[in-house]
Structure formats: structure tokens, C-alpha cells
């Protein structure tokens, strides 16, 4: 029987030398009912079954013939998935896809940040399949024997993000036709995971998208019905209480300012407003009933080594 979360485990550990992983036939998460924060880009290629999780707090359903970009610093919390279930996951260093963007590939990153799944017809996954195939092929292969490995890499995933677009633009003239304030809703979610760590405030977000406040606030709670100042501080304590439980070895305080609070006793009392408990009470309060550290956040603390960078 597989075993999702050594096999997420071993990717995450060796990611960054071999640039690119594909894992196959993957039936399951590598952690239910917990928060995964992922610091690489996933792709998710789903060939049967479907899959129930939230993503950011909001509850999605991954089925057969969906590809589905996650990009990094969103919230994974998986529920569910079918006896069936069947994906190939492709994982991207941190470094690999910082190269990609710094090549000023033309790929409209934003739209995945709120619906990060897309359907494809039958001949459309079997092509992107076969761009896979050679992926896996030339990552495996030793610089030795192809000297070039690095530029095919990165040549071979532009056409797959390509390929990626186009279903995706035809899906959303097809669609997702949505209007200005959806659009101010999928833009505030993607600024969202770029500057949690240094933007609490509802105005930083609302000057980006050239409203006032007040006006984005009311877009923002027509479109998921909690304010715009609810849904950044539910997505930080979200975060949080996964550092809590993945890093044992950072302290309250070190937790704290990385995420932006200037003191420890305000993120303490942030945190307890929003869960009813300290920091501290709930890190004890979560190993009381889960046992000790085991392999499931041995992995959360691989997903969340993004925190030294």
C-alpha cells in the first residue's frame, strides 16, 4: 500500500537538488484533517476519483480530468477523498520556479490563486500526460549524460504551462465570466499569500485595488460574507497554528515575528481571540491528542522550511 506521507516526505527532502519531482499514482493526501502549507508549487493531475478539501477556508472538489495549480503559501486542509482516487502530483523547487518567473514567462499566475483547478477534455490530459512522461524522464537523468538538463527543464514546463493557459483561458471565457467584484476578490486573495507576514491591515489591500476602504470592505463580505479584517486574520491564525505544530523548534515569540507581530504579547493575544486558547495551550492541547511528533508533522515541518527564507 502507498504511503502518501513518506512519499511527500522524500519529495520535499530532495526537491531542491533535483529541481523537478513527479510522483505517481498518488491516492490520497499526505495529511488529512491538518493544514498543509506548502512553500513549492504542486501541481495536481487528477485521473479518477475526486477529492474534498478546503482551500483558504474555502471548501473545493477535485475530480477526474481537473489539473490543479497550488501555489505557495496557500492553505491546504484536506477532508476527504474517493476509494478511487487517483492523482500524479509535480513539484517545483523554490529555486526552479523563482527562475521561471524571473525569465518573464507570460503566464497569468493570478487566476489560480482563488480557483486553482481547471477541467481539461480527454485529449488535452493525454498530451499534457506526455509532457509529464518526458519531465520525469529528463529530472531523473544525471547532468553527466544531458548537460543541458536544466534548460530542458525549464523549456519542457513553460510548454506545459502553456498548455495550462490555454485551458484555462478557454474555461474562463467559457465560464467563469465574473464581474469587477469577483475580480477584486481573486486579487485580494492573491495579495494575501504574497504579504500576510507584514500586511494585517484591511487598507494595504484596499489601496492595491485603488478603492477605499469601506468600498472594498463591503466587495470583500458580498463575495465569501465575513469582512475583509475576519478573513486576513483567520487566514494568519490558520498559518500560525500550522508553524505551531510543524516547528517545535521555534519559540512563541520567534513564531510571532515571523509573522509580523512586533511583540510577543500582541500575537498571544491575537491568537487567543481568535482560537480561544494561547500559543502555547494549543501547541500542548494538539499533541495531548495526537501523540507525540509523528511522521505527519515531521512533513508539515518539511512544507514549512520556507520559514528561513
Known sequence: MIDEKRIFEEAFRTIEQKEIAVLRNV?????YHRDIVSPYLMIFVCHSGSARALYD??????SANEIALILPNHIIHSLESSPDYNVTVILHSSAFEQEMNNRQMTHDRNKFHTLPACRLKDDEIAQYMKAVDLLEIISQTPVARYPHRHDMLIALTDVMKDMLDACRREMDEN???????????????????Q????QHEVAFYAENAHLTTRHFSVIIKENIGITASDYIKQYIAMQAKNILLSRPDLSVQQIGYYLGFAE???????????????PKQYKEH????NGPMSDERALNSLTTSVLHR
Open 27 to 31: 491516492r490520497g493526501y499526505p495529511v
Open 195 to 198: 504579504h500576510y507576514r507584514e
Open 286 to 289: 494538539s499533541i495531548g491528542e
Open 175 to 193: 465560464t467563469l465570466k465574473t464581474d469587477g467584484n469577483r475580480a477584486v476578490f481573486r486579487s485580494f486573495c492573491h495579495l494575501l499569500a
Open 264 to 278: 510577543p504579547p500582541s500575537f498571544c493575544r491575537f491568537f487567543k481571540h481568535l482560537t480561544g486558547m494561547t
Open 57 to 62: 477556508m474555502t471548501e473545493i472538489v477535485f
